[in-house]
Protein backbone atom coordinates (compact mmCIF):
# COMPACT_ATOMS: atom_id res chain seq x y z
CA UNK A 1 0.00 0.00 0.00
CA UNK A 2 1.11 3.66 -0.68
CA UNK A 3 2.60 5.56 2.02
CA UNK A 4 -0.01 8.87 0.96
CA UNK A 5 -3.02 5.87 0.98
CA UNK A 6 -2.01 4.76 4.64
CA UNK A 7 -1.61 8.20 5.50
CA UNK A 8 -5.32 9.08 4.39
CA UNK A 9 -6.59 6.11 6.27
CA UNK A 10 -4.83 6.80 9.12
CA UNK A 11 -4.59 10.58 9.47
CA UNK A 12 -5.59 12.79 6.97
CA UNK A 13 -4.06 15.94 8.13
CA UNK A 14 -1.09 13.86 8.00
CA UNK A 15 -1.98 12.80 4.39
CA UNK A 16 -2.57 16.47 3.18
CA UNK A 17 0.77 17.46 4.37
CA UNK A 18 2.80 14.53 2.62
CA UNK A 19 0.80 15.57 -0.58
CA UNK A 20 1.78 19.00 -0.35
CA UNK A 21 5.78 17.66 0.31
CA UNK A 22 5.22 14.88 -2.64
CA UNK A 23 4.26 17.81 -5.27
CA UNK A 24 6.84 19.99 -4.19
CA UNK A 25 9.54 17.07 -4.61
CA UNK A 26 7.91 15.98 -8.29
CA UNK A 27 8.31 19.71 -8.98
CA UNK A 28 12.10 19.43 -7.74
CA UNK A 29 12.54 15.83 -9.72
CA UNK A 30 11.37 18.56 -12.33
CA UNK A 31 8.42 16.29 -13.61
CA UNK A 32 11.10 14.03 -14.75
CA UNK A 33 10.01 10.33 -15.26
CA UNK A 34 13.44 8.36 -14.32
CA UNK A 35 14.00 10.95 -11.23
CA UNK A 36 10.90 10.18 -9.71
CA UNK A 37 11.41 6.20 -10.20
CA UNK A 38 15.23 6.57 -9.16
CA UNK A 39 14.13 8.59 -6.03
CA UNK A 40 10.83 8.09 -5.24
CA UNK A 41 9.11 5.04 -6.50
CA UNK A 42 12.35 2.32 -6.11
CA UNK A 43 13.04 3.06 -2.64
CA UNK A 44 9.46 2.38 -1.41
CA UNK A 45 9.04 -1.01 -3.59
CA UNK A 46 10.29 -4.25 -2.57
CA UNK A 47 9.83 -5.77 -6.14
CA UNK A 48 9.67 -4.53 -9.67
CA UNK A 49 5.78 -5.13 -9.68
CA UNK A 50 5.24 -3.12 -6.96
CA UNK A 51 7.93 -0.22 -8.57
CA UNK A 52 5.74 -0.59 -11.29
CA UNK A 53 2.49 0.21 -9.15
CA UNK A 54 3.83 2.88 -7.38
CA UNK A 55 5.07 4.40 -10.68
CA UNK A 56 1.56 4.28 -11.88
CA UNK A 57 -0.03 6.43 -8.98
CA UNK A 58 3.41 8.63 -9.70
CA UNK A 59 2.62 8.85 -13.09
CA UNK A 60 -1.56 9.70 -12.11
CA UNK A 61 -0.07 12.54 -9.88
CA UNK A 62 1.54 13.74 -12.19
CA UNK A 63 -0.82 14.06 -15.05
CA UNK A 64 -3.22 15.56 -12.18
CA UNK A 65 -1.00 18.09 -11.65
CA UNK A 66 -0.15 19.30 -15.03
CA UNK A 67 -3.42 19.01 -16.19
CA UNK A 68 -4.80 21.25 -13.87
CA UNK A 69 -2.22 23.45 -14.19
CA UNK A 70 -0.02 22.66 -10.96
CA UNK A 71 3.49 22.55 -12.58
CA UNK A 72 5.06 25.89 -10.81
CA UNK A 73 2.92 25.55 -7.57
CA UNK A 74 -0.41 25.20 -6.06
CA UNK A 75 -1.97 21.33 -4.93
CA UNK A 76 -4.30 19.18 -6.53
CA UNK A 77 -7.77 18.94 -6.36
CA UNK A 78 -8.50 15.99 -4.91
CA UNK A 79 -5.98 17.09 -1.79
CA UNK A 80 -7.80 20.17 -1.94
CA UNK A 81 -11.22 18.72 -1.84
CA UNK A 82 -10.36 16.76 1.55
CA UNK A 83 -8.96 20.53 3.07
CA UNK A 84 -12.57 21.34 2.26
CA UNK A 85 -13.93 18.51 3.66
CA UNK A 86 -12.13 19.36 6.60
CA UNK A 87 -13.39 23.02 6.96
CA UNK A 88 -17.50 21.84 6.61
CA UNK A 89 -16.40 19.02 10.02
CA UNK A 90 -14.76 22.45 11.36
CA UNK A 91 -18.04 24.48 10.58
CA UNK A 92 -20.19 21.08 11.78
CA UNK A 93 -18.56 20.84 14.70
CA UNK A 94 -18.74 24.75 16.01
CA UNK A 95 -22.02 25.13 14.85
CA UNK A 96 -24.67 21.84 14.35
CA UNK A 97 -22.29 19.75 17.25
CA UNK A 98 -21.51 22.63 19.39
CA UNK A 99 -18.41 20.60 20.07
CA UNK A 100 -17.11 22.04 23.07
CA UNK A 101 -13.75 20.78 23.17
CA UNK A 102 -12.81 21.78 19.61
CA UNK A 103 -14.47 25.08 20.59
CA UNK A 104 -11.95 25.84 23.22
CA UNK A 105 -9.01 24.56 20.72
CA UNK A 106 -10.37 26.63 18.30
CA UNK A 107 -10.50 29.66 20.34
CA UNK A 108 -6.93 29.03 21.31
CA UNK A 109 -5.81 28.93 17.86
CA UNK A 110 -8.26 32.01 16.33
CA UNK A 111 -6.17 34.66 17.02
CA UNK A 112 -3.25 33.07 15.05
CA UNK A 113 -5.21 32.06 12.32
CA UNK A 114 -5.94 35.79 11.74
CA UNK A 115 -2.41 36.79 12.02
CA UNK A 116 -1.85 34.58 9.55
CA UNK A 117 -4.52 35.29 7.32
CA UNK A 118 -3.14 38.81 7.27
CA UNK A 119 0.29 37.39 6.05
CA UNK A 120 -0.83 35.15 3.09
CA UNK A 121 -2.55 39.00 1.99
CA UNK A 122 -5.92 36.40 1.04
CA UNK A 123 -8.99 37.64 3.88
CA UNK A 124 -11.20 34.32 2.25
CA UNK A 125 -8.90 31.85 2.94
CA UNK A 126 -10.40 29.00 4.76
CA UNK A 127 -9.16 28.76 8.56
CA UNK A 128 -8.53 25.02 8.09
CA UNK A 129 -6.25 26.04 4.82
CA UNK A 130 -4.53 28.86 6.72
CA UNK A 131 -3.47 25.95 9.70
CA UNK A 132 -2.59 23.39 6.95
CA UNK A 133 -0.71 26.12 5.12
CA UNK A 134 1.03 26.84 8.38
CA UNK A 135 1.93 23.02 9.31
CA UNK A 136 3.49 22.41 5.91
CA UNK A 137 5.62 25.60 6.66
CA UNK A 138 7.05 24.24 9.56
CA UNK A 139 7.81 20.95 7.81
CA UNK A 140 9.76 23.23 5.22
CA UNK A 141 11.50 24.95 8.11
CA UNK A 142 12.84 22.23 9.91
CA UNK A 143 13.94 20.67 6.67
CA UNK A 144 15.62 23.96 5.92
CA UNK A 145 17.30 23.89 9.65
CA UNK A 146 15.86 27.16 9.83
CA UNK A 147 15.06 28.26 13.47
CA UNK A 148 11.35 28.87 14.41
CA UNK A 149 10.78 31.66 16.70
CA UNK A 150 8.86 31.37 19.64
CA UNK A 151 5.62 33.46 18.81
CA UNK A 152 5.48 30.91 15.56
CA UNK A 153 6.16 27.71 17.58
CA UNK A 154 3.25 28.49 19.74
CA UNK A 155 1.34 29.51 16.78
CA UNK A 156 2.23 25.89 15.32
CA UNK A 157 1.41 24.57 18.51
CA UNK A 158 -2.36 25.72 18.33
CA UNK A 159 -2.62 24.88 14.66
CA UNK A 160 -0.66 21.36 15.45
CA UNK A 161 -3.36 21.00 18.35
CA UNK A 162 -7.05 21.65 16.40
CA UNK A 163 -5.73 19.88 13.13
CA UNK A 164 -5.37 16.85 15.84
CA UNK A 165 -8.87 17.13 16.80
CA UNK A 166 -10.02 17.47 13.43
CA UNK A 167 -8.01 14.79 12.17
CA UNK A 168 -9.51 12.14 14.60
CA UNK A 169 -13.03 13.46 14.12
CA UNK A 170 -12.45 13.55 10.39
CA UNK A 171 -11.64 9.70 10.78
CA UNK A 172 -14.65 9.14 13.26
CA UNK A 173 -17.15 10.50 10.47
CA UNK A 174 -16.00 8.20 7.87
CA UNK A 175 -16.19 5.24 10.15
CA UNK A 176 -19.29 6.24 10.77
CA UNK A 177 -18.48 6.94 14.88
CA UNK A 178 -19.13 10.48 14.94
CA UNK A 179 -21.89 11.58 17.50
CA UNK A 180 -24.03 13.94 16.23
CA UNK A 181 -25.03 14.32 19.64
CA UNK A 182 -22.51 16.42 21.48
CA UNK A 183 -24.58 19.18 22.96
Excluded at 4 to 18: C, G, M, R
Excluded at 55 to 69: A, P
Excluded at 70 to 89: A, N, Y
Amino acid sequence: MLIAQAKKEENVVEYVLYMFQLQDLIRGLRFEEESIRSNLAMPMAKSKEEEELIMDWYRDLVKKMTTEGLREKGFVSDVLSVIGELSLLHGMLMQQLNDKTYAGIFEKAMPFIEEYKVKSKDEKVSDILICVNAMYAKLLLKLKKTPISKESEEAFTTFSALLAYLAIKYKEMYQGKLSYSLN
